[in-house]
T-cell receptor, first 114, second 115 residues
């Protein structure tokens, strides 16, 4: 069975600083991996996804993530944080490219300090 | 092209009442998924439906919960005799299919509060 662990339920960075949100997964077969963002009282928006093509995936809003099979990780990064990046971020894993039975991590709340 | 529409956005029910949550998928999407987000937790898969069929309900509680996606109209998640523990955000997602490079688009959720 797949599972996802997001290290750090809360991350706080200064505006302009590097954002690093950690995600580790376990899967018995090569997974598909996703990062979603949730703004307050909103639904989830897909930031980026890994589907076994390039290991470095670029997403929207300047975010990117790197799939590292040896570390079973899919960490999300952004070189320079903006105030508008404050939100909850979820890492998810699936055995197939579609949305069926996405397994989500518990989420990381990102706070941006001015 | 409107996104996934869920209504109501907020729903308050007293213990023992029924809750009906509606989800209209994006135009052209025939696959619907329901997820539940308990406070301070990630989303948990509940059920996957295609038109008139339940494909996978392995995440649904065995009692009081049911889901349908009729030929016409929205998908409905129904919770009978609600209890305080049912208070959560319920998200619906839709996709056009399961083959190829599909992805799910999520609605804004229905926040259910049981008092």
């Amino acid at each position: 069975a797949q599972s996802v662990t997001q290290l750090g339920s809360h991350v706080s960075v200064s505006e302009g600083a590097l954002v690093l949100l950690r995600c580790n997964y376990s899967s018995s077969v090569p997974p598909y991996l996703f990062w979603y963002v949730q703004y307050p009282n909103q639904g989830l928006q897909l930031l980026l996804k890994y589907t076994s093509a390039a290991t470095l995936v670029k997403g929207i809003n300047g975010f990117e993530a790197e799939f590292k099979k040896s570390e079973t990780s899919f960490h999300l990064t952004k070189p320079s944080a903006h105030m508008s990046d404050a939100a909850e971020y979820f890492c998810a894993v699936s055995l197939i490219q579609g949305a069926q039975k996405l397994v989500f991590g518990q989420g990381t709340r990102l706070t941006i300090n001015p | 092209n409107a996104g996934v529409m869920q209504n109501p956005r907020h729903l308050v029910r007293r213990r023992g009442q029924e809750a009906r949550l509606r989800c209209s998928p994006m135009k052209g999407h025939s696959h619907v998924y329901w997820y539940r987000q308990l406070p301070e937790e990630g989303l948990k898969f509940m059920v996957y439906l295609q038109k008139e069929n339940i494909i996978d309900e392995s995440g649904m509680p065995k009692e009081r919960f049911s889901a349908e996606f009729p030929k016409e109209g929205p998908s409905i998640l129904r919770i009978q005799q609600v209890v305080r523990g049912d208070s959560a955000a319920y998200f619906c997602a839709s996709s056009p299919g399961t083959q190829g490079k599909t992805e799910a688009f999520f609605g804004q959720g229905t926040r259910l509060t049981v008092v």
